[in-house]
């Protein structure tokens, strides 16, 4: 052990340094406070023996100032003194010193005080190091737990890029299909636009000729218009336009509506970063949500809608809807040729329910468990990521609800989300 004796008095000083020596340590000595502060810093002392009374720095005053010093290692101090009342020695204490020497000391005394004061710093810097260890460590997994928080926003934000980009291609799709139709009944009416000014002009020269003729000859004038007004009808086929015509405007307005409507319910999906918490109904959340994944359900499922009158939910409705587009998306894929989905909304006292069911191929029990853990997956590399599940559960959580999910092999999934209605 290196210890430090800081006394004044040649005397003492001599005596001290015996008995340490004696007993097999290391010694350094310092001829008053401020030496021995500076001989602290430059050795590192395991015990420090230090008078009381010094010039330039008392001991007390090196007592706090060792204790204030960040050292590794714990240093045993002991304090020599001639005073011996109670008031001094609870000043010893609460200076940080551990033990206390009353002056003049017999060498065994100090001697078996020493070794006691060993033990002690021995223990001290045992403790010591296992706390830093300990708070080292809880650094480490304060760094681990932030950088794997860190992932774990970016892959969120990744999945959430990625099946935006799976929507895209499918709502590309939805809008093409009505304005293909739209186009093509654009171009139908044209022509019947062309085929009705032939007709018209006929009706027109009939009622020019009617018109110079005065009152002569009507009859045979119109007659000669009668046969080319007939078979222009004929040959255009009249009653058949007359027909077509509505049912082909009534398309073009519902096709228009539909692109208008897919939209609108797009933008919601397209700015993530604008959701809002608001009173938010669910009903509606869902039917946009459908629109925007029609057209990946509609080669798989048939779906039906149930919806019941519900109260309103204080929600982040776009992320609600990523909610319901990872369920709606899980079912379409677990279902193997065509099967069936179905959303049922339902109220049950101030909570709102929503399930979500398919006839798909369902999740072993052992799986069940496992579903909403972060990157579970059982579809190929590259197919899923594993997060949908694991994202969903979040956001419900979010929203002070919970997400429950059944299931059957071979039969089909159930996944019921229950939130707090306003
Ligand atoms: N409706 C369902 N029917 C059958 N299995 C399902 C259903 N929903 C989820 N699962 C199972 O849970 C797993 C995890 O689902 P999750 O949505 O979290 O990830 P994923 O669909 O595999 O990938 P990702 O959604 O990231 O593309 C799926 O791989 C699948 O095995
Ligand atoms: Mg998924």
């Known amino acids: 052990m290196k210890i430090l004796i800081a006394e004044d008095d040649f005397v003492s000083r001599l005596l001290v340094k015996k008995a340490v020596t004696e007993i097999g340590h290391e010694v350094i000595v310092a001829e008053n406070g401020q030496q021995a502060w500076e001989a602290f810093l430059e050795h590192e002392p395991d015990m420090v023996i230090s008078d009381w009374m010094m010039p330039e720095m008392d001991g007390l005053e090196l007592c706090k100032k060792i204790r204030s010093a960040s050292k590794k290692t714990y240093s045993y101090i002991m304090l020599l003194t001639a005073k011996d009342k109670t008031t001094d020695l609870v000043e010893v204490f609460e200076a940080g010193a551990d033990d206390y020497i009353i002056k003049p000391f017999k060498p065994d005394e100090l001697r078996s005080r020493i070794k006691s004061g060993e033990r002690i710093a021995i223990l001290e810097s045992q403790h010591h190091e296992l706390q830093e260890n300990l708070s080292l460590k809880n650094r480490h997994l304060d760094e681990a737990l932030r950088n794997l928080k860190a992932t774990q926003v970016q892959a969120m934000q990744s999945e959430k890029m990625a099946s935006i980009g799976q929507l895209a291609a499918g709502v590309a799709h939805e809008i093409n299909n009505p304005i293909g139709f739209v186009g093509s009944n654009l171009e139908a009416l044209s022509d019947y636009l062309k085929d009705y000014n032939r007709l018209l002009e006929h009706y027109q020269a009939m009622a020019a000729n009617l018109d110079k003729a005065g009152t002569d000859n009507l009859a045979t004038i119109v007659k000669t218009h009668l046969e080319t007004i007939q078979t222009c009808e004929k040959d255009?086929?009249?009653?058949?336009?007359?027909?077509?015509?509505?049912?082909?405007?009534?398309?073009?307005?519902?096709?228009?509506?539909?692109?208008?409507?897919?939209?609108?319910?797009?933008?919601?999906?397209?700015?993530?970063?604008?959701?809002?918490?608001?009173?938010?109904?669910?009903?509606?959340?869902?039917?946009?949500?459908?629109?925007?994944?029609?057209?990946?359900?509609?080669?798989?499922?048939?779906?039906?809608?149930?919806?019941?009158?519900?109260?309103?939910?204080?929600?982040?409705?776009?992320?609600?809807?990523?909610?319901?587009?990872?369920?709606?998306?899980?079912?379409?894929?677990?279902?193997?040729?065509?099967?069936?989905?179905?959303?049922?909304?339902?109220?049950?006292?101030?909570?709102?329910?929503?399930?979500?069911?398919?006839?798909?191929?369902?999740?072993?029990?052992?799986?069940?468990?496992?579903?909403?853990?972060?990157?579970?997956?059982?579809?190929?590399?590259?197919?899923?990521?594993?997060?949908?599940?694991?994202?969903?559960?979040?956001?419900?959580?979010?929203?002070?609800?919970?997400?429950?999910?059944?299931?059957?092999?071979?039969?089909?999934?159930?996944?019921?989300?229950?939130?707090?209605?306003?």
Not at 324 to 352: D, M, P, W
Not at 382 to 398: F, P, S
């Open 236 to 422: 255009i086929e009249i009653a058949y336009i007359k027909d077509d015509i509505p049912d082909l405007l009534k398309d073009c307005i519902e096709g228009t509506s539909r692109v208008g409507k897919i939209v609108a319910d797009l933008k919601n999906f397209a700015h993530p970063g604008n959701d809002k918490q608001m009173l938010m109904d669910i009903n509606k959340g869902l039917e946009s949500t459908l629109n925007v994944v029609a057209n990946e359900l509609k080669y798989k499922a048939i779906v039906t809608k149930t919806f019941g009158k519900i109260p309103l939910v204080e929600a982040w409705p776009q992320k609600l809807n990523q909610v319901f587009v990872n369920i709606l998306i899980n079912s379409a894929q677990a279902i193997l040729e065509k099967g069936e989905i179905r959303i049922h909304t339902f109220a049950e006292g101030r909570e709102v329910k929503i399930a979500i069911s398919d006839t798909g191929s369902g999740i072993s029990p052992e799986n069940l468990s496992k579903i909403f853990d972060p990157f579970f997956t059982t579809k190929a590399v590259g197919k899923g990521t594993g997060l949908g599940m694991n994202i969903a559960y979040n956001i419900v959580k979010e929203h002070k609800g919970i997400i429950e999910v059944t299931s059957e092999v071979g039969k089909g999934t159930c996944f019921t989300i229950t939130l707090p209605g306003k």
